[in-house]
């Protein structure tokens, strides 16, 4: 069976729609103006921000005005982050995370440490879930941010954020005399587009989404502000977006995110139940083989497009460049940290595969697959056949 290509690292990366693509190339040349400027072709493109602010906003039912938009999921998890807690450092310098988050949110956490923060990192336990009474039990009188990734990018756990958001919300209730509430920042890289978000609703304050996880551009993104939350802008200029995100907008590429997530959430249930069959399929097939581990669960306890798995005894990313051998594209784990290394150039496990209880033998051996929407069970049975053909004789020759 020849298969020009099979895509499945699709965590890392989706292929633009064909008419995002369109609409992006018709922007950058029918629409090129700038949306400060005040003649006719500034007010067009100016229009065309608009009107994604407002797509955006329908699709979490906020109000437009709460949709920042940014260079994508690094910006947005930095703006949160950084932003809130900066606001906020006069009345406290504690923020509270789990230990499984992304390296955008982690490296960050560790920006503030140097700052003068104290960050507690929250253990999740062998399913990848953080408790949100561990998250209550972590709260003190000078914790002023909260921050919890909603679906995990290297094994699909998802946590239970209009759980922790209720429970924020009632400790908030509780200490009005504080004069501040502590905020909520959810990374919803992973999880828009896979799932219905309610902002209001989870009582989450903040909210990142990066483009190109939804079928839109590279380089845009957005972040959700609730109205009248205290976050100080990290980039300074000329006071675009009311001064929340200086700079030029991006007018193609909010276009085509505005785009995206229309198209996304068309046909959603249909879509997302279709991924949920395809990945529990897949789930099925790989724990047929032998020596291999799953790593991630089957059903809607996990995400519908990421599966996790160890293949003993084969480093990852030797699996990874064989599979490409045959035109199938995969990932040894999170794209932003997979070139991560220990000493002597020793593979570091990731903090999510410590975090699940995986040895190191498992750790380096783990291999991400994410499908999409366009993903189909002829790629999951070549993909099958091609790992049933090649992992046996790459045990024969791994290293000791």
Excluded: W
Excluded at 114 to 131: F, L, W
Excluded at 188 to 206: L, T, V, W
Excluded at 298 to 326: C, D, Q
């Amino acid at each position: 069976m020849n298969k020009d290509e099979i895509y499945l690292d699709n965590a890392a990366t989706t292929r633009a729609l064909d008419s995002v693509a369109d609409k992006v190339k018709e922007v950058m040349i029918k629409d090129y103006g700038n949306p400060s400027s005040l003649h006719k072709k500034g007010l067009e493109a100016e229009m065309i921000v608009k009107e994604a602010r407002e797509e955006i906003a329908s699709v979490l039912s906020c109000s437009p005005k709460e949709i920042i938009f940014t260079s994508g999921g690094t910006e947005s998890n930095n703006m949160a982050i950084i932003g809130g807690s900066m606001a906020l450092k006069r009345k406290g310098k504690h923020i509270i995370t789990t230990n499984v988050e992304h390296a955008s949110v982690r490296n960050t956490m560790a920006f503030l440490e140097e700052m003068g923060y104290e960050i507690t990192y929250v253990p999740v336990n062998r399913d990848g879930v953080v408790s949100t009474e561990d998250i209550k039990k972590a709260i003190r009188d000078d914790t002023v941010l909260i921050s919890v990734m909603m679906v995990n990018n290297e094994i699909g756990s998802v946590m239970p954020v209009s759980e922790i958001g209720e429970m924020i919300n009632e400790v908030n209730e509780l200490q009005v005399h504080k004069n501040y509430k502590i905020l909520f920042h959810v990374d919803c890289i992973q999880a828009f587009g896979k799932y219905r978000i309610n902002p209001e609703k989870s009582h989450i304050d903040m909210l990142s989404v990066s483009g190109h996880k939804i079928h839109g551009p590279k380089g845009v993104g957005f972040i959700y502000i609730k109205d009248k939350t205290k976050i100080k802008p990290i980039i300074y200029g000329g006071g675009q977006q009311n001064g929340m995100r200086s700079g030029t907008d991006n007018v193609p590429g909010i276009a085509g995110l505005g785009l995206a997530a229309k198209e996304i959430y068309t046909d959603f249930e249909t879509k997302t139940d279709c991924m949920y069959e395809l990945k529990d399929y897949m789930i099925d097939r790989l724990s047929e083989m032998d020596n291999v581990t799953v790593n991630s669960k089957k059903g809607r306890e996990y995400a519908p497009h990421i599966i996790n798995a160890s293949f003993n005894g084969i480093r990852s990313e030797v699996l990874l460049h064989a599979l490409e051998e045959k035109n199938i594209y995969v990932s040894s784990g999170s794209a932003c940290s997979s070139n991560a290394k220990g000493k002597n150039d020793k593979a570091k496990i990731s903090e999510t595969l410590k975090g699940i209880g995986l040895n190191q033998g498992q750790g380096e051996s783990a291999v991400r697959f994410s499908i999409s929407s366009f993903t189909t069970r002829d790629e999951i049975d070549y993909t099958i056949e091609v790992l049933s053909e090649m992992i046996g004789m790459l045990r024969m020759f791994v290293r000791k």
